[in-house]
């Protein structure tokens, strides 16, 4: 499989479960990052990887905590998350920080 | 610090038309820029990005855009839009030295009337 992947690609979740979105790349890229995309708002960045080492935190609350156990895994792990955290969740990479990215398909987050 | 500004929310052109999607941004050097296009439910798919030399950029889909120094300004063109050309548009600008960062705008969302 080429490009980025993301799963699962929807979910639903109560406040209180524990979740964990997976992201994998096969670019042979270094750099990685989770968007948030809520509707009628801009693309907000979260976490930004370079070679592994988180490099931008989005002033993210602590209910998200990512995970980068190589530079082609990215995971997002997520834990007693609000209703308005629904939103889709887009994982990219990029060959280095200052170049064009790749998304996934993203994965649509329904927080109930 | 750099930000984009997409000024259309929302523009309806009918198919075979011409189309300009406006992209303005501040920074105080060239930056590198980008326009992205996302259909629903899906994620982000570059259609051509700036980096330097030739002011007029060709991408895939038969787009262009030209990179504008005096005006600050990098707008999408395509001469015929298609009904799946419908989607929403991105322009992004990435800059910075010591901790490179791409900036995205808010999006334009394209409608093709038959």
């Known amino acids: 499989e080429t490009g980025v992947t993301q799963t699962p690609r929807h979910l639903v979740m109560g406040m209180t479960n524990k979740k964990s979105l997976k992201c994998e790349q096969h670019l042979g890229h270094n750099a990685m990052y989770w968007y948030k995309q809520s509707a009628k708002k801009p693309l907000e960045l979260m976490f930004v990887?370079?070679?592994?080492?988180?490099?931008e935190n989005n002033s993210v609350p602590s209910r998200f905590s990512p995970e980068c156990p190589n530079s082609s895994h990215l995971f997002l792990h997520l834990h007693t998350l609000q209703p308005e955290d629904s939103a889709l969740y887009l994982c990219a990479s990029s060959r280095t920080g200052a170049e064009e990215q790749f998304f996934g398909p993203g994965t649509r987050l329904t927080v109930l | 610090a750099q930000s984009v500004t997409q000024p259309d929310i929302h523009i309806t052109v009918s198919e075979g038309a011409s189309l300009e999607l406006r992209c303005n941004y501040s920074?105080?050097?060239?930056?590198?820029l980008f326009w992205y296009v996302q259909s629903p439910g899906q994620g982000l798919q570059l259609l051509l990005k700036y980096f330097s030399g030739d002011t007029l950029v060709q991408g895939i889909k038969g787009f262009e855009a030209e990179f504008k120094r005096s005006q600050s300004s990098f707008n999408l063109r395509k001469p015929s839009v298609h009904w799946s050309d419908a989607a929403e548009y991105f322009c992004a600008v990435g800059a910075g030295t010591g901790g490179f960062k791409t900036i995205f705008g808010a999006g334009t969302r394209l409608f093709v009337k038959a």
């Open positions: 990887y370079n070679f592994k080492e988180q490099t």
């Open positions: 920074y105080g050097a060239t930056p590198y």
